[in-house]
């Protein structure tokens, strides 16, 4: 998942910063994985997004954009990754 802004990519930063995801899913995992259905915001399989694991990722790395998040997951999202940073 992409948390970047828009500003930066534009600005032509060489790297990305985002939430990595797996399929290696974990029931009741707490603040640390936000759970995806299949199909959501494009993905293949059910999957968890790590939110405790916010990296950056050189640009070459993507190869296509798959989809986006719905609003209500995106600020789920947006507020788990707040309270791991503590902004």
């Known amino acids: 998942m992409v948390l970047q802004s828009d500003l930066v990519s534009e600005a032509g ?3 990305t910063v985002v939430v990595p995801t ?3 899913l974990v029931e009741d995992a707490g603040l640390l994985r ?3 259905g299949r199909g959501v915001g494009g ?3 059910e999957s968890d997004v790590l939110v405790g ?3 950056a990722v050189a640009n070459e ?3 296509k954009e798959i989809g986006g998040l719905p609003p209500t997951l ?3 999202l947006s507020r ?3 309270i791991v940073l503590d902004l």
């Open 13 to 15: 930063y060489p790297s």
């Open 22 to 24: 797996t399929t290696q």
């Open 34 to 36: 936000l759970r995806l």
């Open 43 to 45: 993905i293949e399989r």
């Open 53 to 55: 694991q916010v990296i």
């Open 61 to 63: 790395s993507f190869h």
């Open 74 to 76: 995106m600020e789920e």
């Open 80 to 82: 788990r990754v707040r």
